[in-house]
């Protein structure tokens, strides 16, 4: 091999290398999530906030991130939306660990599990860094203030409502977002304590979607053959009650299921007009984001904020829905 032919074989090696040195280099950013600013954008603002939702594209938290944006538009924050694509405990840590070390002025996320995510706050607000926990607290770590639904009274709201609208006789079969998620607990044992003295409410059976839109089509076909007796379904999460809704339909059997579910995107609203869905629990996700945004400007300006703010809960069936339509209606015109 001449000298020329060694010199151009070590380049090409040479330039292999970097050039998988960047893919990995990059692709890292991309699967953890990372999304860095430009600078000279980040000046232009007065304080960077991290929002990190459980799941990036999940209807629910866009509408707490709608609120966020809102905020920060009006008081010149610099907000980044960034988290798992899909609920994954593990990435939500690694994100908000990214944030902390990229020295934001503040972090806004949920206390999903206090096992993993007390120690994490802790740390993160030993450095300087203020957290407030939205839509699911995280009550015992050192987090400066939550902000979101009182999640024990919420399901315990549900409890009530599945009550007044079944007369007092169900067999309730219960589908949870997780079972280890703080807000998920809450939302069942809440539910359970309001149905507990009735002696015509049974709950015969509690199974988890994972947030999963296909997992809680699978658990409800799955309930409706171990317990054929099921004449009720409470979905504790936003995905779990439209799905649901969705089996219960594919069998024809929405005359004689009762579903309640968890808030008014889209789809439950009409599974509501149509009368497949009865009940659901309301809440006010751009409340929260956009309230968060808020919470960490005073807290960042050393201006003092409640440690907990609940926002507004209420179950809605059709007539609400139709009282609010028509309000919205004759606002417009």
Not at 79 to 88: C, F, I, S, T
Request: charged residues 25%; aromatic residues 10%; hydrophobic residues 40%.
């Amino acid at each position: 091999m001449g000298r020329f032919s060694i010199i151009a074989y070590t380049f090409g090696i040479l330039f292999f290398l970097v050039s998988c040195s960047f893919a990995i280099f990059y692709g890292y950013k991309v699967m953890t999530h990372e999304l860095p600013v430009e600078a000279n954008t980040a000046d232009k603002y007065q304080y960077h906030f991290i929002l990190v939702p459980e799941e990036l594209d999940n209807e629910y938290w866009r509408l707490v991130e709608k609120g966020a944006r809102a905020a920060a538009k009006e008081y010149g924050v610099l907000l980044e939306y960034v988290g798992p694509k899909q609920a994954n405990i593990e990435e939500h840590v690694k994100t908000i660990e990214m944030s902390a070390a990229s020295k934001v002025d503040g972090i806004i996320t949920q206390g999903l599990s206090d096992e993993q995510f007390t120690p994490l706050i802790n740390q993160v607000v030993a450095k300087g860094i203020p957290v407030i926990t939205v839509d699911t607290d995280a009550s015992n770590s050192n987090r400066l203030a939550y902000i979101g639904t009182d999640n024990y009274y919420s399901g315990f709201l549900a409890g009530k409502a599945l009550i007044k609208d079944t007369k007092g006789k169900a067999n309730v079969a219960i589908i949870t977002g997780s079972f280890y998620a703080n807000h998920m607990q809450q939302r069942v044992k809440g539910f359970q304590d309001a149905v507990k003295q009735e002696e015509g409410i049974k709950v015969v059976t509690i199974v988890e979607s994972e947030i999963s839109r296909v997992k809680a089509a699978e658990k409800t076909n799955q309930i409706l053959q171990d317990y054929p007796g099921v004449n009720a379904f409470y979905g504790t999460s936003a995905l779990d009650g439209i799905e649901i809704a969705q089996v219960i339909e594919k069998y024809k059997r929405q005359d004689q299921i009762y579903i309640i579910g968890f808030d008014t995107l889209p789809e439950t609203l009409e599974y509501i007009r149509k009368g497949t869905i009865k009940a659901t629990v309301v809440q006010e996700p751009f409340q929260m984001g956009y309230g968060a945004v808020k919470m960490l400007i005073d807290l960042t300006e050393g201006r003092q904020v409640p440690p907990i703010v609940h926002t507004n809960t209420q179950i809605m069936r059709l007539a609400d829905l139709q009282k609010m339509e028509r309000d919205r209606l004759e606002e417009n015109q």
